[in-house]
């Protein structure tokens, strides 16, 4: 069963350094999502992304934040300059579609984020 | 505002029991919900959804049902095995011109033997 990929499953970086997250969404599926969820909280929307342009963005993914599809496959988060608040869990998820025939998400396992 | 909650933080059953669990949400133009299953140090594992048009739907062993009257809805688990035994959270999309998923805060099933 396709499954979305996400490396490393495990980054620690100290403040201030830059990180990207790197994710391999489902081959077919056309959306592209960043979440996130700091220890014992909610998983967070970051960002979506679609036809190589951010669609939608909350109010967590400031100009700290970047996406980028490099390439058919990969899907990257990039971290500016990172934060010690910025430590949580990363999660890409993707879609089929964005309309009512195919919406499901499926999650990567995250890549857990650590800064000291 | 935009808030999904869920009502009781830890459900313990016994195994072969029937889970439910329940989740209220504030917003009447959400129009998309999702119950995703997260087990210790995975992602979220897709289990079923439900749009706004509908009142059940049914999966394998699951149903999720969907009351908009009282923006309420509920997850139910037949003959609920150790496996199951993680945290549930649903979420919701409102409306069609987003494609942000709303989280609740989650709810632990503990299965016991």
């Known amino acids: 069963e396709p499954e979305v990929t996400q490396t490393p499953s495990h980054q620690v970086t100290q403040m201030g350094q830059e990180v990207i997250l790197r994710c391999v969404p489902i081959?077919?599926?056309?959306?592209f999502y960043w979440y996130r969820q700091i220890l014992g909280q909610k998983v967070e929307f970051l960002v979506s992304?679609?036809?190589?342009?951010?669609?939608?963005k909350s109010e967590i993914f400031d100009d700290q934040f970047s996406v980028e599809r490099p390439d058919g496959s990969n899907f990257t988060l990039k971290i500016r300059s990172t934060k010690l608040e910025d430590s949580a869990m990363y999660f890409c998820?993707?879609?089929?579609?964005?309309?009512?025939?195919?919406?499901?998400?499926?999650f990567g396992p995250g890549t857990r984020l650590t800064v000291t | 505002g935009e808030s999904v909650g869920l009502h009781l933080p830890t459900l313990s059953v016994q195994e072969g029991d029937n889970s439910i669990i329940n989740c209220a949400y504030s917003?009447?133009?959400?129009?998309?919900f999702i119950w995703y299953k997260q087990e210790s140090g995975k992602g979220p594992q897709f289990i079923i959804d439900?749009?706004?048009?509908?009142d059940k739907r049914q999966g394998q062993r699951v149903t999720v049902l969907l009351n908009k009257t009282v923006k309420h809805l509920s997850l139910q688990i037949a003959a609920t095995q150790p496996g199951d035994s993680a945290v549930y959270f649903c979420?919701?999309?409102?409306?069609?011109?987003?494609?942000?998923?709303?989280f609740g805060t989650g709810t632990r099933l503990q299965v016991f033997p």
């Open positions: 998820a993707s879609s089929e579609a964005g309309d009512d025939s195919s919406y499901e998400q499926y």
């Open positions: 081959s077919n599926h056309l959306y």
């Open positions: 992304f679609y036809n190589n342009e951010i669609s939608e």
């Open positions: 917003n009447s133009a959400s129009d998309y």
């Open positions: 439900i749009r706004s048009n509908m």
């Open positions: 979420a919701d999309r409102v409306g069609y011109n987003t494609d942000k998923l709303i």
